[in-house]
């Protein structure tokens, strides 16, 4: 399977400045700022929204242009739970969905999980994974902090 080399892009010194530009390339319709967010490793993956698992670059370039011929995504990440380590990051996202329809406008929900390592290009996403849209927003279960004295 052929590898997509990464496009050029701003420098993406943080997760957090990656998951930036993953949602801007969504609600843009860019695939290429898209792409280019991505690692060019082979095991890359993707699960969309009720879809099946997309491995590898070419393979998630192209499920995103098949959506991207729909229109732009016009999708915001919100409540974002954060792990990182030093050459690892994992996201925890409520991604809110705003989309008008004949009744008006409306907001789907979706829970997602997106997965950062550093490479030597900088930061690149090697997974992300949708659960299916909800028109309720998500419920959150914290637990409360434990005191370690």
């Known amino acids: ?3 997509i080399k990464a496009h050029r892009v ?3 010194t943080s997760p957090d400045d990656l998951e930036t530009q993953f949602y801007e390339a969504l609600r ?3 695939l290429d700022k898209l792409s280019a967010v991505w690692a060019d490793d082979d095991e890359v993956f993707c699960v969309h929204p009720g879809g099946p698992r997309v491995i590898g670059p070419a393979a998630i370039r192209a499920s995103f242009d098949a959506i991207f011929s729909n229109g732009a995504i016009p999708v915001h990440a919100e409540r974002v739970r954060r ?3 030093v050459s690892s ?3 925890s996202v409520v ?3 705003d989309i008008v329809t004949a009744e008006g406008p409306q907001t789907a929900w979706v829970l997602a999980t997106n997965v950062y390592v550093k ?3 900088g930061w690149r996403m090697v997974a ?3 659960s299916p849209g909800s028109q309720r927003e998500p419920v959150e279960v914290i637990e409360a902090p434990s005191v370690l004295h």
């Open 95 to 97: 991604e809110r969905v």
């Open 83 to 85: 792990v990182h380590m």
């Open 119 to 121: 490479t030597e290009q």
């Open 1 to 3: 399977m052929p590898v």
């Open 89 to 91: 990051a994992t996201h």
């Open 10 to 12: 701003a420098p993406l």
């Open 128 to 130: 992300h994974h949708s």
């Open 28 to 30: 843009e319709g860019d």
